[in-house]
């Protein structure tokens, strides 16, 4: 079976830097047992820590939300923003004042003049002092231009985005960036209205999911994916089985096939005792 996993708030808990014992366990005795694991997550392949993308146990990685997908070390699949959906994004978040990151493939970018804005509401979020968001979200590089220019001059391919605190909620956000890119909300304990994860429309997790299997010929009912956060609803309901966490909102759990105990109650092992991944 392909296992596919989110990392915050399924894998890792926001703010920590390791696996618990009992998710060590069960992914340890899941690959022992034939199965293969894949991290599937909203963040870039930059943002996900460095001891995780080296963890032997891991097969590959979706990373961006579908956009970035990694087999073995192989790029089996990469798609970028366009430049001007950039463009145009950055001026609706520069005209209103709107704090974000941008995930890069070469660097995370955070815009200057909102950069106290942002580290301090993402480390409220995550639970963590606002020095260590660097280390929790990768390295930035500032920028200070408010149309894009500077971006698409270093040719660094943009897969993704965050915002905080938002004048608009996530569907006046979605109307005003258009039909090229979706808003989701924050994979965060907490996530509001005002703050959102960007991703293009056609690229999603579940599409993440769709190129690993067309790419090792198995078929969806040899799948299970496991989520909590909003961007992992489609694949909870694409994959074979959908696990959500019991630290999950409501709608990520109705769109699963099961719902564990949250990450730090053992969830993920809990869910692989009964899907016989594990004894």
């Given amino acids: 079976m392909l296992c596919f996993f989110d990392i915050d708030g399924t894998l890792v808990g926001f703010g920590r830097n390791e696996l618990i014992p009992s998710t060590q366990r ?6 022992e ?3 293969q694991l894949l991290i599937c997550t909203g963040r870039s392949l930059r943002q996900i820590p460095a001891w995780l993308k080296e963890n032997n146990l891991f097969d590959g990685i979706v990373a961006s939300a579908g956009a970035h997908v990694i087999y ?3 790029e089996i699949y990469f798609r970028a923003m366009s430049p001007d959906t950039v463009r145009r994004s950055i001026h609706l978040f520069t005209e ?6 941008l995930q890069g493939e070469k660097h995370n970018y955070f815009a200057k003049a909102f950069a106290g804005r942002l580290v301090e509401s993402l480390a409220e979020k995550a639970g963590v002092l606002p020095e260590q968001i660097e280390k929790l979200f990768g390295d930035y590089v500032l920028t200070t231009d408010p149309d894009g220019a500077e971006i698409v001059a270093a040719n660094d391919a943009i897969l993704g985005m965050l915002y905080e605190k938002s004048p608009f909620d996530h569907e006046r956000m979605r109307r005003a960036l258009g039909s090229e890119l979706n808003v989701n909300p924050s994979s965060f304990n907490k996530p509001d209205p005002y703050s959102g994860e960007i991703t293009q429309s056609a690229i999603t997790k579940a599409a993440g999911i769709k190129t690993v299997m067309e790419h090792l010929h198995v078929p969806r009912e040899e799948t299970a994916a496991f989520g909590d956060g909003h961007n992992d609803i489609e694949m909870l309901q694409f994959a074979g089985i959908g696990v959500a966490m019991g630290n999950a ?4 759990k109705a769109a699963a096939d099961l719902v564990t105990d949250s990450l730090e109650s053992d969830g993920l092992y809990h869910a692989m005792q009964k899907l016989h991944l594990v004894e």
């Fill in 26 to 31: 069960a992914l340890a005795r899941t690959k």
């Fill in 33 to 35: 047992n034939g199965h």
């Fill in 72 to 74: 073995h070390g192989a």
């Fill in 96 to 101: 209103n004042e709107i704090p974000y990151t």
């Fill in 249 to 252: 909102p409501d709608a990520v």
